[in-house]
């Protein structure tokens, strides 16, 4: 199949990942961004992923061979207050993305989260129980069981943790070096622990995913479980910024968070390095990776 017979739509393509995932993809596909804020790239088409009509009229318009769904309401505390809302775009909008995929016959990548789990005991594999512990993990639940449903051929890529270089919106990374390099004290929980992902390593690994047709429920984070408070020291060491400034605290301790978070919702990415050329990367790896690409 030759490039611009294999047609690529990224739904959130103004997103951290959705961004990377349309540069990579150029290479390889027509690429279709689309987005519901600000667009990025000038091809991007506004599309409300809630509006099943919407999603339906423009899937049928450009046949795609292969959709990433990126789009998604990744606030936990807003979707936590705002309820009705997370469920019709993490749910219904996810359920209106696979129905269109399946009517024009399109492979189905839908990016999930670490967060359906409960975080009782961390490095979780794809065959373990999820048990959400607040609605965000909800809706990505819900989300997921809408592909299994709807979708043909699917994968899902559950992930942790995404940080990166993005030009409009901050992430966990490119908050502690916007905070160190100002001299600021940050606090951050020390008791907290996932699998940090750099994003350009995930959307290399959904590109790939793509071509090798993968099948089913993958984790697709980074390859480390660490503490938030250990990955912010890294990333200090790393952009040679001052970890004295870093302050431990408790998860008990964070007033901020409305809605709970599990402890460790660290995951086990040993069944997709089995399958791919394209390894999750630790975190030394990953954060030097962005640093070769840091904006500074």
């Known amino acids: 199949m030759g490039k611009h017979e294999k047609k690529l739509v990224v739904t959130g ?8 995932i349309v540069e990579l993809g150029k290479d390889d596909f027509e690429v279709t961004p689309t987005h519901n804020s ?11 992923i809630t509006d099943t009509a919407e999603v339906l009229a423009l899937f049928s318009r450009l046949k795609p061979t292969v959709v990433i769904h990126t789009a998604s309401e990744t606030n936990v505390d807003k979707c936590e207050t705002e309820r009705e809302q997370a469920w019709k775009t993490n ?55 809408r592909v299994s449903n709807y979708s043909e051929t699917y994968a899902i890529l559950r992930t942790s943790v995404l940080y990166g270089w993005h030009p409009l919106k901050r992430n966990s990374a490119t908050w502690v070096i916007n ?9 951050v929980v020390e008791d907290h622990y996932n699998t940090p992902t750099l994003a350009d390593n995930l959307a290399e690994m959904a590109i790939e995913v793509t071509e090798k047709d993968l099948q089913g429920v993958y984790h697709a984070s980074g390859k480390e479980r660490i503490s938030r408070y250990e990955f912010a020291k890294q990333i200090a060491k790393t952009f040679d910024l001052n970890s004295d400034l870093i302050e431990p605290v408790k998860m008990s301790q964070v007033t901020a968070w409305t809605a709970e978070r599990p402890r460790d919702s660290s995951l086990n990415t040993r069944k997709i390095q089995e399958q791919l050329k394209t390894k999750p990367l630790n975190i030394i790896e990953g954060l030097n990776k ?6 500074l």
């Open 13 to 20: 393509a103004s997103g951290l990942l959705g961004n990377k």
């Open 38 to 48: 600000k667009p990025l790239h000038s091809n991007s088409i506004k599309l409300d």
């Open 91 to 145: 749910v219904e909008g996810t359920c209106n993305i696979a129905e269109a995929c399946q009517k024009v016959n399109a492979k189905l990548i839908c990016i999930s989260t670490d967060y359906v789990f409960d975080g009782e005991r961390g490095m979780y594999s794809e065959g373990d129980k999820p048990n959400p512990v607040n609605y965000y993990g909800l809706t990505k639940l819900e989300g997921e069981k």
């Open 179 to 187: 905070k160190l390099k100002q001299q600021k004290e940050i606090a």
């Open 290 to 295: 962005m640093k070769e690409g840091a904006k």
